[in-house]
């Protein structure tokens, strides 16, 4: 099974809107942590948000929020009043803790676009 | 603070052939780890190098290896190129403390992009 599932290859929003990118994961480990990166086409990757699997509360990060939905084990990031430098590639991440190595697993990302 | 370099930014090889990428991480950073990135497939974990030794290791054939220097600095090497490992390679670096929280987050170089001909 995939550690992380991102179904949304490509999403469109206007600009100033809110937009929610999906994410779930698969993990038996109690402790883990949830990261959202964002990709420019410049290539590099820069973190944007983290969840701990042991938070009460949300994480938000400026604009970015973390919908943290334990029980459904979803994790989805919520962009607020989206600016046209927000269109790349949006990539969510998870490490185990307790697994030995405890790897990042990364989705297949999602392309988010900012329509003027 | 200097953020992760990676060398060279562009490569362009033949099949059979090796490929040698560098990545020197943030200053004080242990860990460096390597992504194969291609379209569609997002990124796959090639390995994890801490304190010069290979401490994780993704699903990839002998022919990726690596390692890390003792100044933290590591190199990527690839043999017998084959079309299919055309791909964004990227290094990242972190402070890997043992606590869980934001210190364990990855700090990204730009990339390698190679493409084998």
């Known amino acids: 099974a995939q550690k992380i599932t991102q179904t949304q290859p490509g999403m469109f929003v206007q600009e100033k809107e809110a937009v929610t990118l999906d994410c779930t994961y698969d993990?038996?480990?109690?402790?883990?942590?949830l990261f959202w990166y964002k990709q420019p086409s410049s290539g590099e990757m820069i973190f944007l948000i983290y969840?701990?699997?042991?938070?009460?509360q949300n994480a938000t990060e400026g604009r970015y929020s973390l919908n943290f939905q334990k029980a459904r084990k979803s994790a989805n990031l919520v962009i607020s009043a989206s600016q046209l430098g927000d269109s790349a590639m949006y990539f969510c991440?998870?490490?185990?803790?307790?697994?030995?190595?405890?790897?990042?697993?990364f989705g297949t990302g999602t392309s988010l676009t900012v329509i003027p | 603070k200097a953020g992760v370099t990676q060398t060279p930014r562009y490569l362009i090889k033949t099949r059979g052939q090796q490929v040698t990428l560098s990545c020197s991480p943030i200053s004080g950073h242990r860990s460096v780890s390597w992504y194969q990135q291609t379209p569609g497939q997002g990124l796959q974990f090639l390995f994890e190098?801490?304190?010069?030794?290979?401490?994780n290791k993704g699903n990839f054939p002998g022919r990726f290896s690596g390692r890390q220097f003792s100044n933290s600095r590591s190199e990527m090497n690839v043999s017998t190129l084959e079309l299919g490992d055309s791909a964004l390679y990227l290094c990242a670096s972190s402070l890997a403390n043992s606590t869980v929280g934001t210190n364990e987050k990855l700090f990204f170089g730009s990339g390698t992009q190679l493409s084998v001909l």
């Open positions: 993990t038996s480990d109690p402790s883990y942590g």
């Open positions: 969840q701990g699997s042991y938070d009460q």
């Open positions: 991440a998870m490490r185990e803790y307790q697994r030995p190595g405890n790897q990042f697993y």
């Open positions: 190098y801490f304190s010069e030794t290979q401490r």
